[in-house]
């Protein structure tokens, strides 16, 4: 191989393994949150630091190929992708101690029939899924998994949009509930945002395999052409 394609294989290896740090920290977020576990809570904050730190690493890494190879074609896209896929993995990982940090704050354990009631447990699988799913085509280039993930964000932005309804319910029932059940409404939040993010990888994905961007897409075809002229 050529010292470019060198670089760009390393380059992936280690977004590889930031996605697996990523998901770790989600994972073990939500154990935590589950079993309320407050030492395995802080570890997820203390391993933020190793996110944000691999997260710099990716940009210098991507910066220094820029600066040496001055790439073109697939290989300037997977570098362009590959800074905001960086970034949207950084952005999951600060979601992960953001549910870490309500474990501790929290002074009651998260009620399993809350839980249950507002489909946080499914939502929080299905966030860790779409996450893996996305670390895959990344890994094969599979752009026909990438598109599979705009679809799969609807049960996130359907939970989503259902919670504040069924919190409502929780707290109604059980005044004393309020605190937890606005720590799960703020959980549910994140893991919406989850989904968005997966979403901007997918497209990242497609736009360095297939050279086509898709960003706007959705709002650009809503406008009328006679708004245009």
Known sequence: MT??????????????????????????????????????????????KRVNSFELKIDRDCENIFALHCPVAIDLRFLLAALKINTNLERIGDIAAGIALYVVESSVNFDAAALEKTSLIRMYDEAVNILMDTRTAFEKEDTVLARSIFKRDDVLD???????????????????????????????????????????????????VEAKILKHYESSKKINPEDEE
């Open 3 to 48: 010292p470019l394609e060198n670089e760009i294989t390393a380059l992936k290896a280690e977004l590889v393994d930031m996605w697996i740090l990523v998901q770790s920290q989600l994972n073990k977020a939500k154990d935590a949150m589950v079993q309320f576990d407050k030492d395995l809570a802080r570890e997820v904050l203390v391993k933020e």
């Open 158 to 208: 359907a939970i989503n949009d259902n919670s504040p309804s069924t919190v409502g319910e929780i707290i109604k029932a059980d005044i004393n509930s309020l605190p937890e059940a606005l720590y799960i409404l703020s959980i549910i939040r994140k893991l919406e945002r989850i989904g968005d993010q997966a979403k901007n990888i997918a497209e990242e994905i497609i736009f360095y």
